[in-house]
């Protein structure tokens, strides 16, 4: 069973979103070669409370994809070399995104998105077979007891209680 997550899949909360996208596959399309991957490591962002999101700051140029339909990619650079690749969620003009922090294979988002080779332009695009990077349902079942949550990584910034929210989710199989 291969089935495309539609935008109706994303339309929902970042937190419910992100804990449902493990066990599913990341797959890429080059020309006719096509690679999928198992979704193992995300983390959600959840508006503009939230401080560790780029919503906290308020919408600028940068961050506008999160602010628009769910299902589409929001890519931004970091340290001016890793391309981040996060996918909006919840209904339009909520700014909410999950990063894809690992797959089965390459654990990291820099790491991910090199080797998927994800770059801006897939900025504000949306996640279908026609941009050539979508996320399909293959018919994996991850139990709850199968997935352990933390901390989000690399967000001390945002201050004790944001740092700490259990908003990673990774799978432990």
Same mark, same amino acid.
């Given at each position: 069973? =291969? $089935? ?18 493990? @066990? $599913? ?25 939230? =401080?560790? *999101?780029?919503? *906290? ?11 628009? *339909? ?6 931004? !650079? ?23 922090? @690992? ?12 080797? !998927?080779?994800?770059? =801006? ?7 279908? $077979? ?21 901390? =989000? ?9 944001? *740092? ?10």
């Amino acid at each position: 069973m =291969r $089935k495309v997550l539609s935008e109706k899949f994303f339309a929902r909360d970042a937190l419910l979103v992100a804990e449902e996208l493990l @066990g $599913k596959f990341l797959v890429r399309k080059y020309g006719e070669r096509e690679e999928a991957h198992m979704i193992t490591e995300v983390e959600a962002y959840d508006g503009h409370l939230d =401080r560790a *999101s780029h919503a *906290s700051r308020g919408k600028t140029e940068r961050n506008k994809p999160m602010w628009g *339909s769910p299902g589409r990619f929001y890519v931004y !650079l970091v340290y001016g070399m890793h391309n981040m690749l996060n996918i909006v969620t919840g209904p339009k003009d909520y700014p909410a995104a999950v990063l894809i922090r @690992g797959v089965e294979g390459l654990r990291g988002p820099g790491t991910l998105t090199k080797a !998927l080779r994800v770059d =801006r332009t897939l900025n504000n695009k949306k996640a279908d $077979k026609k941009t050539g990077l979508w996320v399909e349902d293959r018919g994996v079942m991850i139990q709850k007891k199968d997935i352990k949550k933390g901390p =989000r990584v690399g967000v001390r910034y945002a201050g004790p209680v944001w *740092s700490k929210k259990p908003y990673r989710f990774l799978f432990k199989g």
